[in-house]
């Protein structure tokens, strides 16, 4: 539509399907394309037009390119939905698929591979057949696609037809256009397969870097690019506008793609690829000069000689310069993937570090990514500069920018030994400045530099004890807390700079109690407590020995009756003596020493007091009651715990293993470049789901039902297991709205590919008993495996019929769970059985209203009418594996969390027997084992538990081992889904 089309839009007039009706049946010309414009416009902002299906259909018999155009569009939204009509545009599909218009046939094939519907593909093969083998580069072009959203549709009819064949021929094509797409399609079907679709050998690479180099040369066709062919398709009679060639730009990069999964054979060979490949750099593309940078990169890893490579790497540098001189956007996106590259490869942009300084105009993020790289090109040669770079971000407004500018001086001082000094030397200027957030990242980095270089720039301690009132924030606290406690013995008043973080231990988060705890004991170790208990003398053996022979020189009469060891509670004894003197009577003379605890002073027991009895943070307690117990029996094994050599730490400018660099670097110029993470990660894979009859019968057998679901239940090879003779598998079918709910319904049979055949289990519940269905029997069960929720189903055929044609639907239900793609049952032959696994996707067609448990299922096949049945969904099938959590983690969130928050409920028929075994199958069920105590004869028990959206569950169970009872306690930010909560567990535990 052109830019006067915009009023279609604007009008907000009720009631006007029969009049659009009326005017798309009209004998004028104009007025029919007026109404289909606004049927569009209609559909557009949401409208339900697909009642005028059959009109709009009727209006394809045209000459019109713009009519057509729009009835095509029409017919991709709403042939989902009307299957049956859209039959009736197969025979306008096939006649324009042979239109003297290379446009028109282009146009015909597109849109009957967009029509996902089983029936229409049946009609789409003998044109794309044809149009593989057009004469016209852009039909042939368009093909190529159409076979790949084919195989997604029904990739066994693709494979039948020779597509996948035609599609390798193309890679031969003189267009490199069509070679381009063709590459395209077979890379996104191989994607989708774990077979060997698509190969590059010798031979097809020659053929690749021979369409790469056409790809510079002008191609002198009207329809390249979709953008002015529909400005020249609307406007026909124009002069037609220039284009660029759509090959310059993602052609080159399909082709680049795929080059680079080729691995050469010998040195040699990649540098002949990489010479093809490097003019590609001086594109004007960031995409293109991206892979090219890319394909580079791979094939230089085989490269010996030393000359290619340092020139391969100056050729490099610029085109990736110039990538900075883009948009914010696109500088963002180069920088994720400069970031990468020098990290495998420093050495092409070390002589470049200016071009990453930042300015004052660059947005966060890309100011961000700058600092990032400029620590990994930081080198002695230029830490000059770049520390006064750093040094002038410092100053700059922008908090978060200005705290790692701070910490990219003390990275830096950590990577550079010899530059150490000079940047500490910064970050006591910037101390200076006594700036809040600025002092305190100081602080943070210079314990770092400490760890990094011991015993070197610890006369700057008493600087920092200046800033010591100023710290509010628990890293910088922590950090200077440690470096009072690692240099006690350094710092006169040690005592006393600990004893101005006591006063609020209670109320410090968990990081500063934990360095508080163990800089108090270092201190004590260090410098121990100068006060009246320190008094107290402790004569060793030898010290005996000479107050002994001192009592013998003095005259004094006595004798030594015997020697012994006196024990207490509170006092370890040295030695005691036993004399006799001249008159008879005897003396017991006892030198004690005290035991290490003795000699705490107050503020070293008021720590260890909070740590262990004033707090609920295990971790803290855990560790303050080691220390005590090793001061109390051996403190120089408390030495050698706590004042242990600490290993030296390392540059972390590098921070991604060599393993996971490469296979970043091997996806340049996707998101895994930007984000940093493998594909896998953050995309789950996904196949159509295409079965052959080995794949029903492995053994190329069938074999009869020994009986019902109990004994067929078990593991199998396909999504749906038959034990009825193989029949030939029907193409996915679309999903009817059964239930009238007017629902989306995405008929893409597509899931994980590492879903399950059928879980293995306890009988799955009767749904529909037989009598209710007329013979046809259903069970059925939400189940959760391998991070995916199925619907395992169970189908009996008792009827004298064979079944087929199943089709499924879900009511609206509290989560919008629904069915992930269609339901997969092969022909049910009478007396047989069969099983299958359903994916289901969340919050698709959620239901107002409180939560509830309540999931309503109607199952349709062609033989039978709807049948409705009810089941129910036990949130622990909602459970992610990802629900595990930190102690600390859970004790902030607990905390975070209102009182109100916290619901409680009885169970009194759950017995536990067994704590182990009871957190065993918690964890099953995906609720994580965090934390236990006793209180009284119970046992109490925290876990954590996450349902999708990332909403927390945490988790205390209270009960007395063997006796009947269990208390359930959860704090959640949603309270509603507490009593679904009470349910799944008391399920999960009674009777256990």
């Given at each position: 539509?052109?830019?006067?089309?915009?009023?279609?839009?604007?009008?907000t007039?009720?009631?006007?399907?029969?009049?659009?009706?009326?005017?798309?049946n009209s004998?004028?010309?104009?007025k029919?394309?007026?109404?289909?414009?606004?049927?569009?416009?209609?559909?557009?902002v949401?409208?339900?037009?697909?009642?005028l299906?059959?009109?709009?259909?009727?209006?394809?018999?045209?000459?019109?390119?713009?009519l057509?155009?729009l009835?095509y569009l029409?017919?991709?939204?709403?042939?989902k939905?009307?299957?049956?009509?859209?039959?009736?545009a197969?025979n306008?599909?096939?006649?324009?698929?042979?239109?003297?218009?290379?446009?028109?046939?282009?146009?015909?094939v597109r849109?009957?591979?967009c029509?996902?519907v089983?029936k229409?593909t049946?009609?789409?093969?003998?044109p794309?057949?044809?149009?593989?083998?057009?004469d016209?580069?852009?039909?042939?072009?368009t093909?190529?696609?159409?076979?790949?959203?084919?195989?997604?549709i029904?990739?066994?009819?693709?494979?039948?037809r020779?597509?996948?064949?035609?599609?390798?021929?193309?890679?031969?094509?003189n267009?490199?256009m069509?070679?381009a797409?063709?590459?395209?399609a077979?890379?996104?079907?191989?994607?989708?397969?774990?077979?060997?679709?698509?190969?590059?050998?010798s031979?097809?690479?020659?053929?690749?870097?021979?369409?790469?180099?056409?790809?510079?040369e002008s191609?002198?066709y009207?329809?390249?690019h979709?953008?002015?062919a529909?400005?020249?398709?609307m406007?026909?009679?124009?002069?037609?506008?220039?284009?660029?060639s759509?090959?310059d730009?993602w052609?080159?990069?399909?082709?680049?793609?795929?080059?680079?999964k080729?691995?050469?054979?010998d040195?040699?060979?990649?540098?002949?690829?990489?010479e093809?490949?490097?003019?590609r750099l001086?594109?004007?593309n960031?995409?293109?000069?991206?892979?090219?940078?890319k394909?580079?990169l791979l094939?230089?890893?085989?490269?010996?000689?030393?000359?290619?490579v340092?020139?391969?790497?100056?050729?490099?540098?610029?085109?990736?310069?110039?990538?900075?001189?883009?948009?914010p956007?696109?500088q963002?996106?180069a920088?994720?993937?400069?970031n990468?590259i020098?990290?495998?490869?420093?050495?092409?942009?070390a002589?470049?570090?200016?071009?990453f300084?930042?300015?004052?105009?660059?947005?966060?993020?890309?100011k961000?990514?700058?600092?990032?790289?400029?620590?990994?090109?930081?080198?002695?040669?230029?830490?000059?500069?770049?520390?006064?770079e750093?040094?002038?971000?410092?100053?700059?407004?922008?908090?978060?920018?200005?705290?790692r500018?701070?910490?990219?001086i003390?990275?830096?001082a950590?990577?550079?030994?010899?530059?150490?000094?000079?940047?500490?030397?910064?970050?006591?200027?910037?101390i200076k400045?006594?700036?809040?957030?600025?002092?305190?990242?100081?602080?943070?980095?210079?314990?770092?530099?400490f760890?990094?270089?011991?015993?070197?720039?610890e006369?700057i301690?008493?600087?920092?004890?200046?800033s010591?009132?100023t710290?509010d924030e628990?890293e910088?606290?922590?950090s200077?807390?440690?470096?009072?406690?690692?240099y006690?013995?350094?710092?006169?008043?040690?005592?006393?700079l600990?004893?101005?973080?006591?006063?609020?231990?209670p109320?410090e988060p968990?990081q500063?109690?934990?360095?508080?705890?163990t800089?108090?004991v270092?201190?004590?170790?260090k410098?121990?407590?100068?006060?009246?208990?320190?008094?107290?003398?402790?004569?060793?053996?030898?010290?005996t020995?000479q107050?002994?022979?001192?009592m013998s020189?003095?005259r004094?009469?006595?004798?030594?009756v015997?020697?012994?060891v006196?024990?207490?509670?509170t006092?370890?004894c040295?030695?005691?003596v036993?004399?006799?003197?001249?008159?008879?009577?005897?003396?017991?003379?006892?030198w004690t020493r005290p035991?290490p605890t003795?000699?705490?002073s107050s503020?070293?027991?008021?720590v260890?007091n909070?740590?262990?009895?004033e707090?609920?943070?295990?971790?803290l307690?855990?560790?303050?009651?080691?220390?005590?117990?090793?001061?109390?029996?051996?403190p120089?094994?408390?030495?050698d715990?706590?004042?242990?050599?600490?290993?030296?730490?390392?540059?972390d400018?590098n921070q991604?293993?060599?393993?996971?660099?490469?296979?970043?670097?091997?996806?340049?110029a996707?998101?895994s470049?930007v984000?940093?993470?493998?594909?896998?990660?953050?995309?789950?894979?996904?196949k159509?789901l295409?079965?052959?009859?080995?794949?029903?019968?492995?053994?190329?057998e069938g074999?009869?039902s020994?009986?019902?679901?109990?004994?067929t239940?078990?593991?199998?090879s396909?999504?749906?297991?038959t034990t009825a003779a193989p029949a030939?598998?029907a193409?996915?079918?679309?999903?009817?709205?059964?239930l009238?709910?007017?629902?989306?319904n995405?008929n893409?049979?597509?899931?994980?590919?590492?879903?399950?055949?059928?879980?293995?289990?306890?009988p799955?519940p009767?749904l529909?008993p037989?009598?209710?269905?007329?013979?046809?029997?259903?069970?059925?069960?939400?189940?959760?495996?391998d991070?995916?929720?199925?619907?395992?189903?169970?189908?009996e055929?008792?009827t004298?019929?064979?079944?087929?044609?199943?089709?499924?639907q879900f009511?609206?239900?509290?989560f919008g769970l629904?069915a992930?793609?269609?339901?997969?049952?092969?022909q049910l032959q009478p007396?047989?059985?069969t099983?299958?696994?359903?994916?289901m996707?969340?919050?698709?067609?959620?239901?107002?209203?409180?939560?509830?448990?309540l999931?309503q299922?109607a199952v349709k096949?062609?033989q039978?009418?709807?049948?409705y049945?009810?089941?129910?969904?036990?949130?622990l099938?909602?459970f992610s594996?990802?629900?595990?959590?930190?102690?600390t983690?859970?004790l902030e969130t607990?905390?975070?969390?209102?009182?109100?928050?916290e619901?409680?409920?009885?169970?009194?028929?759950v017995?536990?027997?067994?704590?182990?075994?009871?957190l065993?199958?918690l964890?099953?069920?995906?609720?994580?084992?965090?934390?236990?105590?006793?209180?009284?004869?119970?046992?109490?028990l925290y876990l954590?538990a996450?349902?999708p959206?990332?909403?927390?569950?945490?988790i205390?169970l209270?009960?007395?081992?063997?006796?009947?009872?269990?208390?359930c306690a959860?704090k959640s930010?949603?309270t509603?889904?507490?009593?679904?909560?009470?349910e799944?567990i008391?399920?999960?535990?009674?009777?256990?």
């Open positions: 539509m052109s830019g006067h089309d915009s009023k279609y839009f604007s009008t007039k009720k009631g006007e399907i029969p009049e659009l009706k009326e005017e798309l004998q004028y010309k104009d029919r394309k007026d109404a289909v414009k606004k049927v569009i416009a209609a559909m557009t949401g409208k339900d037009v697909s009642s299906f059959t009109d709009v259909v009727n209006c394809m018999q045209t000459e019109n390119l713009e057509k155009k009835v029409y017919l991709i939204n709403y042939a939905s009307q299957p049956d009509l859209a039959i009736l197969v306008t599909f096939v006649k324009d698929s042979q239109d003297p218009n290379p446009l028109i046939r282009a146009l015909a849109t009957m591979g029509i996902r089983d229409i049946e009609y789409l093969c003998d794309l057949q044809r149009c593989l083998k057009d016209d580069p852009y039909v042939r072009k093909a190529a696609i159409c076979v790949a959203k084919l195989y997604d029904n990739a066994e009819l693709v494979e039948d020779g597509f996948l064949d035609a599609l390798k021929d193309l890679i031969s094509d267009n490199p069509v070679v797409n063709a590459v395209a077979l890379a996104e079907i191989q994607e989708s397969t774990s077979r060997a679709i698509f190969e590059i050998t031979h097809t690479l020659t053929k690749l870097l021979t369409a790469l180099n056409e790809c510079t191609l002198d009207p329809f390249l979709g953008k002015f529909f400005q020249w398709l406007k026909p009679h124009q002069p037609r506008p220039p284009y660029p759509i090959f730009f052609g080159q990069v399909f082709i680049l793609d795929a080059l680079s080729y691995k050469a054979a040195a040699r060979e990649a540098e002949n690829i990489v093809r490949v490097t003019p001086q594109h004007a960031c995409a293109v000069v991206l892979s090219a940078v394909m580079i094939q230089m890893e085989l490269i010996t000689s030393t000359d290619i340092r020139n391969l790497c100056k050729k490099m540098a610029p085109p990736l310069v110039t990538l900075l001189s883009a948009e956007e696109i963002y996106v920088l994720r993937n400069i990468l020098v990290q495998k490869r420093p050495t092409i942009l002589h470049e570090i200016k071009v300084f930042c300015k004052y105009n660059d947005p966060i993020y890309v961000m990514e700058k600092l990032e790289i400029m620590i990994k090109l930081a080198s002695d040669r230029n830490i000059d500069q770049v520390l006064l750093f040094k002038e971000y410092a100053t700059e407004v922008d908090v978060d920018f200005v705290r500018a701070v910490r990219a003390g990275r830096c950590i990577k550079l030994e010899r530059a150490a000094e000079r940047c500490i030397s910064v970050l006591l200027e910037l400045i006594k700036v809040n957030y600025v002092v305190q990242e100081a602080i943070i980095v210079i314990k770092d530099i760890r990094r270089y011991p015993n070197t720039y006369s301690i008493a600087t920092l004890c200046e010591l009132d710290l628990p910088a606290k922590a200077m807390i440690w470096i009072i406690g690692e006690a013995e350094r710092i006169d008043n040690a005592d006393e600990l004893e101005s973080f006591l006063e609020t231990f109320e968990s500063v109690q934990l360095q508080l705890l800089a108090t270092k201190l004590f170790l410098k121990p407590t100068e006060g009246p208990q320190q008094m107290i003398q402790v004569p060793s053996f030898d010290r020995q107050m002994i022979i001192w020189n003095e004094i009469k006595f004798k030594i015997g020697m012994m006196v024990p207490s509670q006092w370890t040295h030695i005691g036993c004399f006799k003197t001249i008159s008879g009577s005897y003396v017991l003379v006892v035991s003795q000699l705490l503020t070293h027991l008021v260890l909070n740590a262990t009895v707090t609920d943070n295990p971790d307690r855990d560790r303050a009651y080691i220390y005590w117990r090793l001061l109390s029996t051996d120089e094994a408390a030495k715990v706590v004042l242990a050599e600490k290993p030296v730490i390392s540059d400018s991604l293993d060599p393993s996971l660099l490469d296979e970043l670097l091997a996806n340049i996707t998101l470049s984000y940093h993470k493998p594909p896998d990660v953050f995309i789950t894979r996904v159509t295409q079965r052959t009859e080995e794949e029903y019968y492995p053994d190329g074999g009869n020994e009986s019902p679901y109990h004994a239940n078990a593991a199998a396909s999504p749906a297991t030939a598998p193409a996915p079918a679309p999903v009817p709205d059964l009238d709910l007017g629902m989306d995405n893409s049979a597509i899931v994980s590919v590492d879903q399950p055949a059928s879980t293995a289990g306890p799955l009767v529909l037989g009598s209710t269905g007329q013979g046809l029997q259903i069970s059925a069960q939400l189940i959760r495996k991070g995916q929720i199925f619907y395992s189903m169970y189908f055929n008792y004298q019929i064979p079944l087929d044609g199943f089709m499924i009511n609206k239900n509290t629904a992930g793609g269609p339901l997969q049952i092969p007396g047989t059985s099983s299958t696994l359903l994916p996707v969340l919050f698709q067609n959620i239901s107002p209203g409180p939560p509830s448990t999931l299922v096949n062609s039978q009418p709807v049948w049945f009810s089941d129910k969904i036990s949130l099938v909602l594996e990802d629900g595990r959590m930190e102690r983690t859970f607990w905390k975070s969390l209102p009182d109100s928050n619901i409680s409920k009885d169970f009194p028929a017995v536990v027997n067994s704590v182990e075994a009871t065993d199958r964890a099953a069920s995906n609720m994580f084992f965090i934390a236990k105590r006793k209180h009284v004869n119970q046992e109490v954590s996450k349902i959206r990332g909403i927390p569950f945490l205390e209270t009960a007395a081992i063997g006796v009947p009872g269990l208390k959860v930010p949603s509603d889904l507490a009593p679904l909560f009470f799944a008391e399920t999960l535990l009674k009777g256990y």
